[in-house]
């Protein structure tokens, strides 16, 4: 029988017991992956609105896993039968006054030729005043087959830097070929000598059958990769061993706080896949399937890899999930800082902006294996999101506050055994800090706390009035209730330190190395109240993991050539 803290693991993840008898790696190996095409997505039946935001007020569907209780028991979550809520669902063209820091420039407006609504601030209400009207249904859209924008695609049918690198030498940045996409060019960029990869091979090949001694003597099948690596310059995984190496490569992210879990990854095997557009489709559907309703599944889509013949398809995007950031003509920005140049760089491809909130979508930019970057509009219902309120008072949701649910890191390489698959999206669920004490609150990207603390009415003259930590708090408590209300997973930072020590407390007991970056793991809130904030760690890093090649910060920056 399964213990209460496998039975929470399940609750959100979404795996049920036949999942945990194909995932049992230690005491064999059943098929690990999902394999082949796509699932077909039934589309939204007429009149029925999509479900971009989940608020209070909507109902959740029993049928997909959603309104189940929060991961760590607190708050109530949206569920059939319970009782639309009139705070819900804040629609964007219905938001009331914002910071200064939210605010877009009428002048940039006009420049980009798209609608902005531009709210001054001296047209704040004032306290009590009666707050956003709830959202509005609206009809589905349709679906009809991608419309090709320029260099891009309307797909209308619908972690941050580590500082690991990859063992192959890239050569620089991913070259932009000006050949037909049909061509099967030599990868010049690719640099791994065969005595590397025969050494990286063994090893892998050597865990993988000791973590599962089902697979008896790893002798035949180090054979026939030696063998291959011989004949090809490199060699492909059995879909067990995928799987096997993404969990481990997860299970080694040493700036990674979450890996209790790291056993309940699901694979989607797509490694016959090079192309942009079928890139792009494949991560529409990793959205969805890891939206799971709320119930936020762990889960990664492995692309093609980098060989000697061509290189693998590259996400340009840090994470699937991004909002736009403009800059404008007197340099102030709405939207994410961290993501000006991505948004220029999309608008050079062709996007034309988003209507111009603080939390505009970016578009996937896709580059296949032999083509130049697309770029792809994530369909809504994709994109779940999640708007926010604060449990006792109404600012965040006249700031008209949102945030996505699925954080899929989409820039970084993963590697198993020498062989490189630099495109592979893969995501866990939030912790909240990571919105609520970095995302909004970082001097650099929405830069919440100064107007936070003035709307409290604290002394924000001095910081020994302490103001930053009181906004902080204040900010974060509004992200957990949010999605605790709406019944999306997402942990907070004690429970998860002490998962981590259970994480720890687990391998040792198995004999394995932890490794761990005490810069990453100690939350960036109350630390010294975390039980990992009391110990140090070794930095050792393990492969599997997932790093990053130089190449990919400089296309999430947006500073790539095209």
Sequence with gaps: MRNDLQRAVDRMSGRTPADHAVEAMDTG????????????????????????????????????????????????????????????????????????????????????????????????????APGPAPAEPHPAPASPAPERHDRGWSLSEGARTGAAQCPVAHGGLLPVPERSAAAQPENRAYALDLDTLHRLADDFVRLHHREAPAHGDPGPRLDAVHAEIDATGTYRHTPGELAFGARVAWRNSNRCIGRLYWNSLRVRDRRHISDADTVARECVEHLREAGNGGRIRPLITVFAPDTPARPGPRVWNEQLIRYAGYTAAAGEIVGDPRNTGLTELAMRLGWRGGPGTPFDVLPLIVQGSDDKPQWYELPQDAVLEVPLQHPEDTWAQEWGLRWHAVPAISHMCLEIGGICYPCAPFNGWYMGTEIGARDLADADRYNLLPPLAERLGLDVTSDRSLWKDRALVELNRAVLHSFDRAGITITDHHTESERFLTHLDREEGKGRQVGADWSWIVPPMSSAATGVFHRTYDNTELSPLFTHHDDALVRARGEAGL
Excluded: F, M, W
């Design 29 to 128: 190996e059943a098929p690990e992956t999902t394999p082949g095409p796509p699932r077909t997505t039934t589309p939204p039946a007429p009149g029925l609105a999509p479900r971009p935001a989940v608020g209070p007020g909507l109902a959740a569907d029993p049928a997909d896993g959603s309104g189940s209780t929060p991961p760590d028991g607190s708050g109530s979550a949206a569920g059939p039968g319970r009782a639309a809520d009139p705070a819900a669902g804040i629609p964007r063209q219905n938001r009331g006054p914002v910071p200064a820091q939210l605010l877009l420039d009428a002048p940039y407006a006009a420049q980009r030729r798209v609608p902005v609504p531009v709210t001054p601030l001296h047209a704040a209400k004032l306290p009590g």
